[in-house]
């Protein structure tokens, strides 16, 4: 079992950045990838970006790639989520996910992909 832990989340203003980040405890070692979804109140949960352990591929959704960017704490169980040029439309309740599984750039997207689902943060961006 992988337990998920994030935080970072807040309140920012448009324009503005913040650092997510998701603390992975427990079978580790079982972990291929981890990543990032974020869901509204009311929508389906929406795939942002994806780390690979193996071999450090990353995989971003269109609507953040070149602001949002994945990364993973060195050595440590760690994945972070760097948020920039943030607009109101990024507020959301932003989750941690971790699969088992090898990842691509089409199973990366579902959220049937992923094993493990953190209990997510508020992320708000005031206009």
């Known amino acids: 079992q992988v337990e998920l832990v994030e935080s970072g989340g807040g309140l920012v203003q448009s324009g503005g950045s913040l650092r997510l980040s998701c603390d992975a405890s427990g079978r580790t070692s079982s972990i291929y990838a981890m990543g990032w979804f974020r869901q509204a109140p009311g929508k389906e949960r929406e795939f942002l970006a994806a780390f690979s352990w193996t071999g450090g591929s990353t995989y971003y959704a269109d609507s953040v790639n070149g602001r949002f960017n994945v990364s993973r704490d060195g050595a440590r169980d760690t994945v972070r989520l760097q948020m920039n040029s943030m607009n109101t439309q990024d507020t959301d309740r932003y989750f941690c996910?971790?699969?088992?599984?090898?990842?691509?750039?089409?199973?990366?997207?579902?959220?049937?992909?992923?094993?493990?689902w953190g209990q997510g943060t508020q992320v708000t961006v005031r206009a």
């Open positions: 996910v971790a699969t088992r599984w090898a990842v691509n750039s089409l199973a990366v997207v579902t959220t049937d992909h992923y094993d493990y």
